[in-house]
C-alpha cells in the first residue's frame, strides 16, 4: 500500500481515536460507555497495526512519529493503572501483611541484630564514658529519670497531647522511612540506623540504671516501644528488602529484579504506619501520663497485652490466604 | 533526543521521548513553589486554631507539613497516574519501565528514596546533588528512585497532528502553486503517477547517491512532461516530493489548509 492511500483510508480512525483518548485522558477509563469501550480497545489495536505496517512498508517519518506518539497515549490510558480498593486493603493489612512479614523474617532478624548490637553498644559506652555518650548519644528530646519527689511526666491536657502524639507519629513515621529509603545505599545507610536506634536507647537505659530508676525507664519506654521498636525495625528489614534486588540480582536483570523487591518492600513497609499510630497514641496517651492517672503496673500491662496483640497478629493471622490474593491489594 | 522503546503486548515496537534533565528540573521547581504555598496556607490555618486551641493548631501545622513533604509527589504520581501539577504543566510524566503507566507502589518507592536523591540536604523534597548526579550518569536520566522503580521520566506527547505524509509545511503562499500543479498532474497517466510515488517512499533505501541521481533524473521528465520549474533554491528531490504530496491528497481537501492548530 502506498502512503497516499493508506492516509486516505485510516486517517478517520486516528481521529475518532484522538478524540476518545481526550476524553480518556479527562475522565478516567471508567467513564467509558461498553460501546465506546470497546471501539476504544479495537481502535487502539488498529492503530497499533498501522504502526507496525508504517514502520515496516510505508516511509513517512511524519506519520511514523504521529502514529508512534498516538499508539503511546493509548498505551499509557489503558495498561498499568489499578484501581483503588478499600476492601482488599483491609484484607491485606490483616491478612496478607502478617504473610510478608513472615516471608522477610529474616530481615527483620537481621535488623534486631544491629539494634540491639547497638543497644549494648550504647549502655558499654555509657558505662565507661558518661558526659561523652550524654552529650553525644542522646537525642534532645527524651524523658530522663525523675528527681526524688518529682512525678514522671509533665501533666498534659488532652489538646496538648494532640499536638504531642502528632509530633511523635510524623517524626517516627519519619524515621522509619529513611531507615528504608537508605537501604539504596547498599544498606549501609539502613544498617547506621539500625545501629544508631540502638545506641540511642542502650544510653538511655544506663542513664536511667544509674539512677536506679528501671520501672521508670520501662514505663516511660514500654508502653509504646513494644510497638514502636517492631516498626523502626521493619522500616529497616524494608531497606535491606530493597538493597538484596541490588546485590543479589542473579539470575534476573538487576534493574528488573531491583523493582520486584522494591515493590515487596513497600509492601512490608507500610504495614508499619498503623503500628506507629497506634504507638504515638500510647506514647502520649499511656506512656507519659501522670502516675496517678495510670500506675505503673498498670502502665506495664499495657504495654504486654499490646505486645501480645502485635505478636498475635504476626503470627498467627494470615495462614491460609492464597499468596496470589497478597498482590492484589 | 534519546528515545525509549517499548515493546506493546500486541509486540508492536514504539517509543517514547525520555524526559531531559532541563524540563525535569522547571517541573520540579513549579512543584517546589506549589509545596511552599500550600505548607503557607498550612501554617495560616494552623495559626488560627492555634488562638482557640494551641495544642490543635501545632497538631494541624506538623501533620500537614508532614503530608507535604512526603505525601506531595506520591499522592500525585500516584493519583495523576505519573504527574505532579509541575509535571503536568511541563507536559511530561512518570512510567514504568515497560511503557505503562505507574500504580501505588512505583510511586511509594520512586518518592520516599528522594530522601536519599535529595542528599546531602536530608529532606525529601527533592533531587539535590546526589540524584542529579545519577541522573546525568545514564542514559534515561534517571535519579536513584527511578532506578530502585524502574521508572522513567518521559515526555507526553499530544499536539502531534496527522500529517499529510510526504509533504513538509505548506505555508499559505504555496496556494496557488499547489492549485496549478494539481492541475498539470492530472495529465500524468496511472503508470507515471504510480512511479513517482513509489520513488518518493522508497527514497531511504536509496543509496545517497543513486537517490540523488534517480530524484534529478524524476525532476527533469516532469518538468519537461508538465511545463513546470521548480522554486529557487528548491532541489530536485524536494521538487519532486511535493508534486508526490499533492498526488496523494484527499480529494476536495487542500493540504495546507487541512491541519489543525
Known amino acids: 500500500?502506498?502512503?497516499?492511500?493508506?492516509?486516505?483510508?485510516?486517517?478517520?480512525?486516528?481521529?475518532?481515536?484522538?478524540?476518545?483518548?481526550?476524553?480518556?485522558?479527562?475522565?478516567?477509563?471508567?467513564?467509558?460507555?461498553d460501546e465506546?469501550?470497546?471501539?476504544?480497545?479495537?481502535?487502539?489495536?488498529?492503530?497499533?497495526?498501522?504502526?507496525?505496517?508504517?514502520?515496516?512498508?510505508?516511509?513517512?517519518?511524519?506519520?511514523?512519529?504521529?502514529?508512534?506518539?498516538?499508539?503511546?497515549?493509548a498505551y499509557l490510558a489503558i495498561y498499568g493503572k489499578t484501581r483503588f480498593d478499600l476492601l482488599a486493603l483491609l484484607r491485606y493489612l490483616f491478612w496478607g501483611y502478617p504473610a510478608v512479614f513472615r516471608r522477610y523474617l529474616p530481615h527483620f532478624l537481621l535488623a534486631t541484630l544491629l539494634f540491639f548490637v547497638g543497644g549494648v553498644f550504647g549502655y558499654l559506652v555509657s558505662w565507661y564514658d558518661k558526659?561523652?555518650?550524654?552529650?553525644?548519644?542522646?537525642?534532645?528530646?527524651?524523658?530522663?529519670?525523675?528527681?526524688?519527689?518529682?512525678?514522671?511526666?509533665?501533666?498534659?491536657?488532652?489538646?496538648?497531647?494532640?499536638?504531642?502524639?502528632?509530633?511523635?507519629?510524623?517524626?517516627?513515621?519519619?524515621?522509619t522511612l529513611v531507615a528504608f529509603a537508605l537501604g539504596i545505599t547498599f544498606g549501609l545507610g539502613t544498617v547506621w540506623m539500625m545501629f544508631y536506634n540502638g545506641v540511642t536507647t542502650g544510653v538511655l537505659a544506663a542513664v536511667f540504671v544509674e539512677a536506679h530508676q528501671l520501672t521508670a525507664f520501662a514505663t516511660g519506654i514500654l508502653p509504646h516501644g513494644v510497638l514502636e521498636i517492631p516498626a523502626c525495625l521493619i522500616g529497616g528489614a524494608s531497606g535491606f528488602v530493597l538493597a538484596q534486588g541490588f546485590l543479589?540480582?542473579?539470575?534476573?536483570?538487576r534493574r528488573e529484579e531491583m523493582a520486584r523487591q522494591g515493590k515487596e518492600a513497600v509492601l512490608l513497609l507500610f504495614g508499619c504506619l498503623p503500628l506507629l499510630a497506634v504507638a504515638a497514641c500510647l506514647e502520649a496517651g499511656v506512656a507519659r501520663a501522670p502516675d496517678w492517672f495510670l500506675n505503673k503496673g498498670l502502665k506495664l500491662a499495657v504495654a504486654g497485652v499490646f505486645g501480645l496483640l502485635f505478636l498475635a497478629y504476626i503470627l498467627l493471622l494470615g495462614w491460609r490466604q492464597p499468596s496470589s490474593r497478597e498482590s492484589e491489594a | 533526543m534519546i528515545r525509549h522503546e517499548?515493546?506493546?503486548?500486541?509486540?508492536?515496537?514504539?517509543?517514547?521521548?525520555?524526559?531531559?534533565?532541563?524540563s525535569r528540573f522547571l517541573a520540579w521547581l513549579v512543584d517546589l513553589f506549589l509545596i511552599i504555598g500550600l505548607d503557607v496556607m498550612g501554617i495560616f490555618v494552623g495559626s488560627v486554631l492555634y488562638v482557640g486551641r494551641p495544642g490543635l493548631g501545632t497538631a494541624v501545622i506538623i501533620v500537614w507539613q508532614f503530608v507535604?513533604?512526603?505525601?506531595?509527589?506520591?499522592?500525585?504520581?500516584?493519583?495523576?497516574?505519573?504527574?505532579?501539577?509541575?509535571?503536568?504543566?511541563?507536559?511530561?510524566?512518570?512510567?514504568?519501565?515497560?511503557g505503562t503507566a505507574m500504580n501505588f507502589f512505583e510511586a511509594a518507592l520512586r518518592n520516599i528514596l528522594r530522601f536519599v536523591d535529595s542528599l546531602p540536604i536530608p529532606l525529601p523534597l527533592g533531587p539535590g546533588l546526589l540524584g542529579f548526579v545519577v541522573a546525568a550518569c545514564n542514559r534515561e536520566h534517571r535519579r536513584l528512585g527511578d532506578l530502585a522503580a524502574n521508572t522513567l521520566v518521559v515526555h507526553v506527547e499530544r499536539n502531534?497532528?496527522?500529517?499529510?505524509?510526504?509533504?513538509?509545511?505548506?505555508?499559505?503562499?504555496?496556494?496557488?502553486?499547489?492549485?496549478?500543479?494539481?492541475?498539470?498532474?492530472s495529465q500524468l497517466d496511472r503508470e507515471q503517477k504510480q512511479t513517482l510515488l513509489d520513488l518518493c517512499l522508497r527514497r531511504d533505501q536509496l543509496r545517497v547517491l543513486e537517490r540523488a541521481r534517480l530524484f534529478q533524473a524524476a525532476s527533469?521528465?516532469?518538468?519537461?512532461?508538465?511545463?513546470?520549474?521548480?522554486?529557487?533554491?528548491?532541489?530536485?528531490?524536494?521538487?519532486?516530493?511535493?508534486?508526490?504530496?499533492?498526488?496523494?491528497?484527499?480529494?476536495?481537501?487542500?493540504?495546507?489548509?487541512?491541519?489543525?492548530?
Open chain 2, 6 to 22: 517499548v515493546l506493546t503486548d500486541e509486540k508492536v515496537p514504539f517509543s517514547y521521548r525520555v524526559a531531559g534533565l532541563g
Open chain 1, 248 to 253: 543479589r540480582a542473579r539470575p534476573w536483570p
Open chain 2, 68 to 98: 507535604l513533604t512526603w505525601g506531595y509527589f506520591l499522592f500525585f504520581e500516584w493519583l495523576w497516574h505519573g504527574q505532579t501539577p509541575g509535571k503536568a504543566l511541563l507536559g511530561i510524566r512518570v512510567i514504568q519501565w515497560r
Open chain 1, 1 to 33: 500500500m502506498d502512503l497516499a492511500s493508506f492516509l486516505r483510508q485510516r486517517r478517520l480512525d486516528w481521529k475518532r481515536l484522538e478524540e476518545i483518548l481526550q476524553h480518556v485522558e479527562g475522565s478516567g477509563l471508567s467513564s467509558l460507555d
Open chain 1, 131 to 175: 558526659d561523652t555518650s550524654r552529650a553525644y548519644l542522646l537525642p534532645g528530646q527524651t524523658i530522663r529519670p525523675p528527681e526524688d519527689g518529682e512525678d514522671a511526666a509533665a501533666e498534659y491536657n488532652t489538646d496538648q497531647l494532640s499536638a504531642f502524639s502528632s509530633y511523635l507519629f510524623t517524626h517516627n513515621v519519619s524515621v
Open chain 1, 36 to 73: 465506546q469501550a470497546v471501539e476504544f480497545g479495537r481502535l487502539y489495536r488498529r492503530a497499533a497495526s498501522d504502526l507496525n505496517q508504517a514502520q515496516t512498508f510505508v516511509s513517512g517519518e511524519a506519520t511514523e512519529r504521529y502514529l508512534n506518539d498516538l499508539v503511546a497515549r
Open chain 2, 220 to 261: 527533469q521528465f516532469f518538468q519537461q512532461r508538465l511545463d513546470l520549474a521548480p522554486d529557487e533554491y528548491e532541489s530536485a528531490e524536494k521538487f519532486v516530493l511535493q508534486m508526490a504530496a499533492v498526488l496523494g491528497e484527499r480529494p476536495g481537501e487542500p493540504p495546507g489548509l487541512s491541519r489543525r492548530g
Open chain 2, 160 to 185: 502531534a497532528r496527522p500529517i499529510l505524509a510526504l509533504a513538509d509545511a505548506h505555508s499559505e503562499a504555496d496556494c496557488q502553486r499547489l492549485a496549478l500543479l494539481r492541475q498539470r498532474l
